[in-house]
């Protein structure tokens, strides 16, 4: 049974058009990650809620902003995708943050 | 802050062989050392970990070994088959603070039949 679930598993935006990815677990766990991935490199982290407690990574672009309404959804809105923001987007769960992370199957992102 | 250096890059073998994959961390506080093996197009998988407490994990034919002192640690695959052939993470914990996942750059593994 999937237990981190991304939707959709691939989002196609044109430049500058708002983009919302969204991420749902049902693991109940306390902290949710979002992670960009492009090709050939490690994921790179974006942000983290710790329950309703957000954290943002000091080099995310503002563009990217997130939002998380429960403990099982998460949200990662991109308001303004240029070009380089193309890539995978990985959300992830952990029951605390000392523990394993749980990858979703990923969103491919393009923009054209 | 924590740095992982990983290596090789890539990495080919013949199927049977063996393959080790090395990180090193820069933090000496770091307790915390998973592995994760990404097929192409598809999400990172936890394959093993490791924490500080021990110095050696087997499952099956996959090892983890842990040296503290000189700050490394090895992904040991033993009788390596076609299906094994991924991009392999390591990883550690930023010991303070938030504790965080710090990737190594990954290595390419190629097993050839």
């Known amino acids: 049974d999937a237990m981190v679930i991304q939707n959709p598993r691939y989002q196609v935006t044109q430049f500058g058009k708002p983009v919302t990815l969204s991420c749902s677990q049902t693991?109940?766990?306390?902290?949710m990650y979002w992670y960009q991935q492009k090709s050939s490199q490690a994921p790179k982290l974006l942000f983290h809620y710790y329950d309703k407690d957000f954290n943002n990574e000091a080099d995310t672009p503002d563009n990217f902003q997130s939002r998380r309404p429960n403990t099982s959804f998460c949200f990662l809105d991109i308001r303004s995708p240029g070009l380089g923001d193309a890539a995978m987007y990985l959300c992830a769960t952990s029951v605390d943050e000392s523990y394993e992370q749980y990858f979703g199957p990923g969103t491919r992102l393009t923009v054209t | 802050g924590e740095n992982v250096e990983q290596h090789p890059s890539t990495l080919s073998v013949q199927e049977g062989d063996s393959a080790v994959i090395k990180c090193t961390y820069s933090d000496s506080a770091s307790n915390y050392f998973p592995w994760y093996k990404q097929e192409l197009g598809k999400r990172p998988q936890l394959i093993i970990d490791?924490?500080?407490?021990?110095g050696e994990k087997k499952d099956q034919r996959i090892a983890v070994t842990l040296n503290k002192t000189a700050k490394h640690f090895s992904l040991h695959i033993t009788e390596t088959q076609p299906e094994d052939s991924a991009v392999y993470f390591c990883?550690?914990?930023?010991?303070?603070?938030?504790?965080?996942?710090?990737f190594g750059t990954g290595t390419r593994l190629l097993v050839s039949p």
């Open positions: 693991l109940n766990h306390n902290v």
């Open positions: 490791i924490r500080s407490n021990v």
């Open positions: 990883a550690t914990l930023t010991p303070t603070g938030f504790q965080k996942l710090v």
